[in-house]
């Protein structure tokens, strides 16, 4: 017999021998069960609550700066991210054309008010010598109209010269606004045609939430004092809920979907919220939460919110199964309300969902 399986018989005999002898009775082990896991059963709410509508976070105020003019970009101050004044300059395109068909047109002005400083001053000899009638009345109107026509020569050439000396201010980009540059799709050296986007900017201080519900939601909202609007940045990361009282139900209607179009005001100075993020607009829902409307709507579905399991960007609870073990399901959350999460799709009524999740992974 190998001496490893010696020892194993011998182990036990020898300390049952030893405590013979010493006049005591050997212990016998016990072993202790691990506890078992509980479980909550999901049930339907029994009172109306509230419902869900995906939106996205818009800019109040955004705009979409384009060239106006052609020419090459030689300089581009700002990158996506920057924060930026009213009238601050962010690009530049090449300008020295401009800058010179500017300074023709300001020495064509000067020419002309030079010759209407002639013509005036010949309109005035002329007047002279009518008076002493050394000339006749056609050479005095003939002065005249010399007179008057450099006057609108040089009105013309003024009103050039400020064309030309504002397409070379359009060749500087300025904000229209303070606010943040979302987006330069543009690099140094590209070529900028009229039309062509240069950056995007949007005002962070006047944020707001668009969504679409319908018609019924609407004409329940046009009575609502406040809504709850929650920001989600990213699968696993912490929710934001605030409560929003500035409400505008649009007087439109989308004939294809049959929604009505939804702005909630956002509060100042959220802290990490830019457009486009996703969000969720929770309403108060005009259907009884513990039974499906005519649409076939699904009842709202509550559990304790220990129950679920984050994992990297996995959310989950464990459900009791088939065999009796946990299994581990991924669901989408809704709203959490005090120790309570609503569960918008993964698990149906009347399942067993595990309240503590580490025993239920000890169990499988």
Do not use: C
């Not at 007047?127 to 020569?153: C, E, G, H, N, T």
């Not at 950056?199 to 201080?205: I, K, M, N, R, V």
């Not at 046009?222 to 696993?236: F, I, K, M």
């Amino acid at each position: 017999m190998p001496i490893s399986s010696w020892r194993r018989w011998l182990g036990p005999a020898l300390l049952t021998t030893a405590w013979n002898l010493a006049g005591a009775q050997a212990p016998t082990p016990t072993f202790v069960a691990p506890a078992a896991a509980q479980y909550h059963t999901v049930q339907a709410a029994d009172r109306a609550g509230l419902s869900s509508h995906e939106a996205r976070v818009e800019a109040v105020r955004d705009a979409l700066l384009a060239a106006q003019v052609p020419g090459a970009i030689v300089a581009l101050q700002v990158q996506a991210g920057d924060r930026v004044q009213k009238g601050q300059t962010l690009l530049r395109i090449d300008a020295r054309m401009a800058s010179q068909g500017a300074s023709a047109s300001r020495a064509q002005v000067a020419a002309a008010q030079a010759q209407l400083a002639v013509a005036r001053k010949e309109y005035e000899r002329q007047q002279q010598l009518f008076a002493k009638r050394y000339i006749s009345q056609a050479a005095l109107d003939s002065a005249q109209a010399q007179w008057q026509a450099a006057q609108a020569q040089v009105q013309a050439l003024q009103a050039q010269a400020g064309v030309a000396a504002t397409q070379a201010h359009l060749h500087t980009v300025q904000a229209p606004f303070a606010g943040v540059v979302a987006r330069v799709p543009v690099t140094l050296g590209d070529m900028a045609m009229p039309g062509t986007p240069l950056l995007a900017l949007y005002d962070p201080g006047a944020l707001r939430v668009t969504a679409h519900v319908s018609s019924a939601q609407a004409a329940a909202l046009r009575q609502a004092a406040s809504v709850e609007v929650e920001l989600v940045d990213s699968p696993g990361s912490p929710r934001l809920t605030v409560t929003a009282a500035h409400i505008q139900v649009l007087p439109t209607a989308d004939a294809h979907a049959h929604t009505v179009p939804v702005r909630v005001a956002l509060p100042a100075d959220l802290p990490d919220v830019v457009p486009g993020m996703f969000a969720r607009l929770w309403l108060p829902d005009v259907r009884d939460a513990g039974a499906t409307d005519a649409a076939g709507m699904a009842p709202r579905l509550w559990i304790p919110a220990r129950a679920v399991v984050r994992r990297a960007e996995m959310t989950g609870v464990y459900v009791q199964g088939a065999n009796g073990l946990p299994q581990l399901r991924q669901v989408r959350l809704g709203v959490q309300r005090g120790e309570q999460v609503e569960v918008l799709s993964g698990v149906r009524v009347g399942e067993q969902v595990a309240l503590e999740p580490d025993k239920a992974i000890r169990e499988r």
